[in-house]
């Protein structure tokens, strides 16, 4: 699949794999982001629906948890 | 053949997207975060609207799904960059306010400037509507890594980044995830 994408999907991973080397200071090879993704893909949770429930998103209060902020 | 090229359009689409939340999800385990739930809810659905394509000859079921699953792309990848984002800003917040740590003068300046820097990305990407494009989620990136970036050299010592890190901290979730079953 890998070798099927185009430039600039190569790009758009390249750029997602440096924002994570970024914060984490960390160096992350091709092969350890595909067996992570490979775990993301197959996370069995993403498939459990086999009906589609026409929500787009979930709702606003679900983006904006209750953080613990006491400190704040 | 029509189909066939909108499938692999389509499919180059959802991939690019799915690795780069990977990624996302990979920087908010650093701090000990969760991956926000709209990530993996409009990948689910695009997934869904994927099988409808993959399976229909209709062209007009066709076009639907594809343009289904363009905006399911658009809303989660700007969801989830809108969450990162979002904490970032609010950690440089919480960092500002904390009294552990010296900062200079000109050190607050840049961080509070940084600040704005987030919250300006935050105001476009909400702003911004549209199909899904790779070349646009690319720009994305390039915008953040620079604010991120500039972040990082801003809080200079290990001593800071230990300080900032545990104000990420703070926003881990305190009731379970959204669950997608």
């Known amino acids: 699949m890998v070798e099927l994408i185009s430039k600039d999907c190569k790009e758009l991973i390249n750029k997602s794999r440096r924002l994570y080397e970024i914060v984490s200071g960390e160096k992350i090879s091709n092969d350890e982001m595909n067996e992570k993704f490979k775990e993301f893909i197959l996370d069995k949770s993403l498939y459990q629906h086999s009906e589609h429930e026409g929500k787009t998103s979930i709702g606003d209060e679900d983006l904006v948890p209750p953080y613990n902020l006491e400190s704040m | ?181």
């Open chain 2, 1 to 181: 053949m029509l189909k066939e090229s909108i499938l692999e359009g389509v499919a180059e689409k959802i991939y690019g997207y799915a690795i780069s939340i990977r990624n996302i999800e990979a920087s908010l385990e650093h701090f000990g975060l969760n991956l926000e739930g709209s990530a993996l809810v409009n990948f689910r659905d695009a997934i869904f609207h994927y099988q409808t394509l993959y399976l229909t000859e209709d062209l007009e079921i066709i076009n639907e799904n594809k343009a289904a699953i363009e905006e399911h792309l658009e809303r989660g990848s700007k969801d989830i960059l809108i969450y990162f984002s979002d904490i970032l800003r609010k950690s440089i917040t919480l960092f500002l306010n904390d009294t552990k740590i010296n900062k200079s003068k000109e050190n607050r300046i840049l961080l509070i400037a940084l600040c704005n820097d987030f919250a300006n990305f935050n105001i476009d990407l909400r702003k911004s509507h549209g199909r899904f494009e790779i070349k646009n989620l690319s720009k994305r990136f390039d915008e953040i890594i620079i604010i991120v970036q500039n972040l990082i050299l801003l809080l200079e010592t290990e001593q800071k980044t230990k300080v900032f890190n545990s104000c990420v901290k703070k926003f881990v979730r305190v009731r379970p995830q959204t669950q997608l079953t």
